[in-house]
């Protein structure tokens, strides 16, 4: 059973830039897209970025695309997520994942 890790959040000011790091307890990055979600208090659950199996394919939510890159390395069992030029509505707890297994999450808060 595979579990995920997150951790790299924090307090940050606009325009700043944070990377996630979302460590995996198994080889699975290989074998699975992994998914970054995230959740804004008050707010449902969002969908963020996803880095397929074979590490050909990454998408991004509009709301984050250009600004926030995914990538991942498979020896380390790891998963990033760079976020650059972040916003007050990036403020959010941040997850990675994949089908039912999610990692604890990590807060990313964006304050003057």
């Known amino acids: 059973q595979v579990q995920f890790v997150e951790s790299g959040g924090g307090l940050v000011q606009p325009g700043s830039s944070l990377r996630l790091s979302c460590t995996a307890t198994?080889?699975?990055?290989?074998?699975?897209?992994i998914h970054w979600y995230r959740q804004a208090p008050g707010k449902n659950r969002e969908w963020v970025a996803l880095?397929?199996?074979?590490?050909?394919?990454?998408a991004y939510a509009d709301s984050v695309k250009g600004r926030f890159t995914a990538s991942r390395d498979v020896a380390k069992r790891i998963l990033y997520l760079q976020m650059n030029s972040l916003q007050f509505e990036d403020t959010a707890v941040y997850y990675c994942?994949?089908?039912?297994?999610w990692g604890q999450g990590i807060q990313v808060t964006v304050s003057a």
């Open positions: 198994t080889n699975i990055l290989d074998r699975y897209t």
């Open positions: 994942g994949v089908n039912s297994y």
């Open positions: 880095v397929s199996s074979d590490g050909g394919h990454r």
